[in-house]
């Protein structure tokens, strides 16, 4: 993607202070960040059902073969620094009678989340969607994981099923919710 999002947005910390993001299409560079980045939300618990760490090499394909675009995001401040990612990936198993509907991921560095980071990203794919040929977005998320859930609301994303003790972490059960909207 060329264009690139420069959004203002409050600060969800309660601090009040404007913190500005931007996002890049990844490359293979960005691999190493979006991998620990990924590898955070698995050691949490708390927005991967994945138990184990995955590898660079392992993520090398599914940047490589992706239909749509991951991005990458950082701040002005320090644009070498990937921050968080986006990817927009393929409604459920992936055929194309589901092409309508993209199905979003976003991961954010364990330092720079509540700070409007989700917002800026997620903001930016409602808006780019639909260049993707996309007319719905829908998500998955631990019902368990609030912060998710309340970002996805505040965009317009409804609770569209739960799936009641789908997943299971280390002996604790997890619910999923299903969260999507129409663009």
Known sequence: ????????VEDESGGGAAVTYLHRTATPADLPAIVDI???????RTSTADLDPITVESRREWLAEARHPTWVGYH???????TGYLSFEPFLNGRRGYDVTLDLAIYLHPGHRGR???????TAAIAYAPRLGARTLATTIFA?????LRLFRSHGFEEWGRLPAVADLDGERKDLVIV???L
């Open 1 to 8: 993607m060329a264009s690139q999002l420069l959004a203002e």
């Open 38 to 44: 990924y590898n955070a939300a698995v050691l949490s």
């Open 76 to 82: 002005p401040d320090d644009p070498g620094t990937v």
């Open 116 to 122: 409007g980071q989700g917002r800026d990203l997620l």
């Open 144 to 148: 368990s994981n609030e912060p998710s």
């Open 180 to 182: 999507g909207r129409p």
